[in-house]
Each structure stands twice: as C-alpha cells, then as structure tokens.
C-alpha cells in the first residue's frame, strides 16, 4: 500500500486503478470557552470549600492564547457571564522562542508566570503607581509573594487586541491602565479578597 502525505492530507491507494481516499488530519482547535468552562467548575469546587474568598467573581487568566488577544476574564459567577475582557502581559521567562508555546516557573529570578490560584491581596504605591500584592494557594505558585510578583498596569500595554505580541513582564499579570481601573474597582469593593487563576 502506498502513502503520500501532501499539506496535511494523507492519499491512500491500493492500485492504479482505484481512486484515492482522501483522509483529513484533524488537528483538535484550542476552545478557551471549553477551557473557561473547566476553570469555572473547579474554582466553584474551590470556593465551596472556604468562605475565604468572594464567591461572586473571578479572575481568569488563559495564558494559551496568545498576548496580544484577550486573555483576562472578569467572570460573574452568579450570572455566569463573562463581564470585562483584556490583555495581560506574561513573564519574559515564560517565552521559550516557540511560537504559541510558553513555559511556567515557581522559582525566585526565572522572570516566569507561575500557574495556578492567588488570592488578591493589599494594594500599594511601587515602580509601576498602585498595584496589588498576590498570594500564590498552589504549590505551582507558592512564592509569589516572595517573588514580588504582583498585578499591576503599564503605559505599553495596547488597551485593544492586535495581531502582534504585547510586551512582557519580569513574571507579575501586566494590564493596560484603562482595563486597571475597571479591576481596580471591583478588588477594592470587595469585602473578601478575589481569586486570580492562571492557566494553560
């Protein structure tokens, strides 16, 4: 039996005389959707666990889709709506020179994004204006606060998509300022402290 593989469709014949069966190769296409839908379902887990957190919105952040697209969630978990959407800015460490593809560190100077939940802590004055301190809850995550990695906006990073990689930070979730000032309210309304998740 012969084989030809050409741009992605595979061509087998048994004999000159039949005609070529056409067999696709199906690449699976990343669905953030499906994806935010696993995320929802385990923080709900999470959150009826502890009466820690504020139960009614969260954060999610998609680090698979690329930086210059929407990636961070502002999730209405009691209307089950999608409420904000922006860009965030990953970790210079994460970059791995595959394009689509980045890496995660928990460790101290790798300038990595680290998965996993934080809990939204205190604000404060830094390089950056106000920003606020994360707790990192997974073992993915652990030192973040150790790390100073924290959420903060900067002046370069685009309020609207584009095609293009936005900039990167040294590991802290970098917003625009405009979409700052829209989480901004929500964290510092909040009697209990908002999650952030970060997943790939």
Known sequence: MLLLSI???????????????????????YS????LKSEI??????????????????FLLDMRIESGKNRFFVYDLKHNKILH????????????????????SNTKDSNCS??????IGNSYFGTFGKAYK?????????NAFDRNIVLHKYVDI???EQTNPICNSLGCPMVNEKFFGVIEKMIDRSKKKILLVMYY
Do not use: M, Q
């Open 7 to 29: 741009f992605g469709l595979s061509f087998a014949c048994n004999n000159k005389a039949e005609k070529p069966e056409i067999i696709k190769s199906s690449k699976p296409v």
């Open 32 to 35: 953030y959707e499906e994806k």
């Open 41 to 58: 379902t385990e923080i709900r887990i999470f959150l009826g666990k502890t009466p820690k957190y504020n139960s009614n919105v969260v």
């Open 85 to 104: 959407k922006g860009l965030v800015g990953h970790g210079s460490g994460s970059e791995t020179g595959i394009d689509g593809k980045l890496k995660f």
């Open 114 to 119: 680290s998965l996993g939940k934080y809990a």
């Open 134 to 142: 994360l707790y990192g809850l997974d073992k993915t995550n652990s």
């Open 158 to 160: 685009p309020f609207e």
